[in-house]
C-alpha cells in the first residue's frame, strides 16, 4: 500500500505556521490540497483508491463544495465511471456514468447553479478535500436534502420500496483533520461495510461516519487545533496566516 502521508509531505501539502482555519479556529499545521490537485497523476490514483470501497453501489453523483471539491469531485466520478465500465481506455459508456457536480456560495450560501441537478433516486457522495468540523459537507447535505437528497442517518428508517427521494450514501475527503480518535487510523482507504440490505443495515455503529454518514479519507492529520480565544500561537505572537480559499473576492 502506498504511504500517502509521505506523498503528502514530499508534495508540501502538509505545511508548518500559524493558520486560521475555514472554521474560524487556529493551528500550526494547514494541510495546502492544492498541493497534490496540482499533480493529475497522484490526483489520479488517490481517487482510484478512495472510490474503490463504493464500486458498485450504483453511485451516480459525486458532488463537493467550491473550491475544494471540484477537482476531487470530479476525478472520483471519473475513477468510478470508468470502474464501473471496466473502461479499457477504448470508448464512452454511458449506462455506468457517474456525474461530477459542486457547489458554490451565493451571498455566502452554498448552491447548486449552472444547471446541475440532482434528480430523484440519485445516490450520492459529497467530497471534500479536507474535513475538520465537517462544516461544509454538512452544508452541502442540507442542499441535497432541499433538492430531494435526504440523509441517511444512523437509526433511520428503512426506506421503503419505491422511494423516490435521492440518497446521500458517502462521504469522501483526502484528509480527515478531525480531533485525534484514541487509536488513529493508519494511512488508506477505511472500508465501507458489505452492501446493504436495507438503510439500518449499512449505517448501524460499523466502520467510520460522520453524521451518521459513511465516510473514508486517504490520510489522517491531528494537529491540535485551538480556539481564537485561547491560542498559545496568537500569546506567542506569531503572525497568521489564512490559507484556505473562504472570503476571496
Not at 23 to 33: E, L
Not at 88 to 102: E, S, T, V, W
Not at 137 to 143: A, C, P, S
Not at 198 to 220: C, L, M, P, R, T
Request: proline letters at 8%; a positive charge.
Amino acid at each position: 500500500m502506498t504511504d500517502y502521508n509521505t506523498t503528502f509531505e514530499k508534495l508540501g501539502a502538509v505545511q508548518k505556521g500559524h493558520f486560521i482555519l475555514t472554521s474560524g479556529n487556529h493551528s500550526d499545521t494547514y494541510v495546502q490540497c492544492a498541493r497534490i490537485l496540482e499533480n493529475p497523476e497522484v490526483t489520479a490514483q488517490i481517487c482510484q483508491e478512495l472510490i474503490k470501497p463504493w464500486n458498485d453501489r450504483g453511485i451516480n453523483i459525486v458532488v463537493g463544495p467550491a473550491l475544494g471539491g471540484i477537482i476531487l469531485s470530479y476525478e472520483l466520478a471519473r475513477a468510478l465511471s470508468r470502474m464501473n465500465s471496466g473502461w479499457q481506455g477504448k470508448g464512452i459508456d454511458l449506462r455506468h456514468n457517474a456525474k461530477a457536480m459542486y457547489l458554490e456560495r451565493v451571498e455566502g450560501k452554498l448552491a447548486l447553479r449552472r444547471g446541475f441537478m440532482v434528480p430523484a433516486g440519485s445516490k450520492v457522495i459529497v467530497a471534500e478535500d479536507v474535513i475538520t468540523t465537517g462544516g461544509s459537507v454538512k452544508e452541502v447535505i442540507d442542499v441535497l436534502e432541499q433538492q430531494g437528497a435526504p440523509m441517511l442517518t444512523s437509526g433511520a428508517p428503512r426506506i421503503p420500496a419505491g422511494h423516490r427521494g435521492a440518497k446521500v450514501l458517502g462521504i469522501i475527503s483526502l484528509v480527515d483533520r478531525r480531533p485525534a480518535e484514541p487509536q488513529p487510523r493508519r494511512s488508506g482507504i477505511n472500508s465501507v461495510p458489505p452492501a446493504p440490505t436495507n438503510v439500518g443495515d449499512y449505517f448501524g455503529e460499523k466502520g467510520n461516519q460522520i453524521f451518521g454518514i459513511q465516510y473514508n479519507s486517504i490520510i489522517q492529520v491531528n494537529p491540535p487545533i485551538y480556539q481564537p480565544n485561547d491560542c498559545p500561537l496568537c500569546k506567542q505572537g506569531i503572525p497568521t496566516e489564512k490559507p484556505g480559499s473562504r472570503g476571496l473576492k
